[in-house]
């Protein structure tokens, strides 16, 4: 099956720091990522869809200049946030798509990336 | 805009036993309904997804689940829990343009 990989799995920053999470398609080459947000026992909260070579698109609520996504190539796709603060915390999930880069297509997941700003 | 509720946040089941997993969902559109599980500090699994073809539609490790329209729902079960089913399940719900999953039930296998 498909495989999604993310870097770091854990990242422990100081406030005010920026720090980027790598995601990436191993064995396909995904048109579209998808960027999620999980607080701890809740759900997952969709950020942002990214679209290789094009700017993403923010989830309402979401702020671009925060969290900015650039999908340089069919198999990755970054996540930065940028001058990160405590309610930053989260654990972050990126996945990805092969086919018409809709949210209904099957979507592979990465292990996700839990970021803890001190 | 859609939205999915998952009742009861924590299920524990005998291992062996039925596993039933619940789901239901507000769309204004035909939905396209999906079960993710996902295991601790790990990213999500498809286990199955709907759209719009067979009601009853079934997933990998032996999981089903029927999309009952008048019910609104789309409940997740298995006919007899394993070990190694204990994870978080996830219930979303998409239209074209967005996915909102549910709160998330865990599920706990008791030996």
């Known amino acids: 099956g498909a495989v999604v990989s993310q870097h770091p799995s854990r990242v422990i920053c100081k406030s005010g720091t920026s720090v980027k999470i790598e995601c990436r398609s191993l064995d396909f080459q995904a048109t579209t990522m998808f960027w999620y947000r999980q607080f701890p026992k809740q759900s997952l909260m969709l950020m942002a869809t990214s679209n290789e070579g094009s700017k993403a698109t923010y989830e309402q609520g979401v702020e671009k200049d925060k969290f900015l996504i650039n999908h340089a190539s069919l198999t990755l796709s970054t996540l930065t946030v940028t001058s990160a603060h405590p309610e930053d915390s989260s654990f972050y999930i990126c996945s990805a798509t092969t086919d018409s880069g809709t949210v209904q297509e099957t979507q592979y997941f990465g292990p996700g990336t839990r970021l803890l700003v001190l | 805009a859609q939205s999915v509720t998952q009742l009861g946040s924590h299920v524990s089941v005998s291992e062996g036993a039925l596993v039933l997993l619940r789901c239901n969902y507000s769309?204004?559109?035909?939905?396209?309904l999906f079960w993710y599980v996902q295991y601790p500090n790990q990213g999500l699994q498809l286990l199955l997804k709907y759209t719009s073809a067979a009601t009853l539609v079934k997933g990998i490790n032996g999981f089903e689940a029927e999309f009952k329209k008048s019910e609104t729902s789309f409940h997740l079960t298995k006919p007899s829990a394993h070990m190694s089913d204990a994870a978080e399940y996830f219930c979303?719900?998409?239209?074209?343009?967005?996915?909102?999953f549910g709160a998330g039930t865990r599920l706990t296998v008791k030996p």
């Open positions: 769309s204004s559109v035909p939905p396209y």
């Open positions: 979303a719900v998409s239209d074209l343009n967005d996915m909102r």
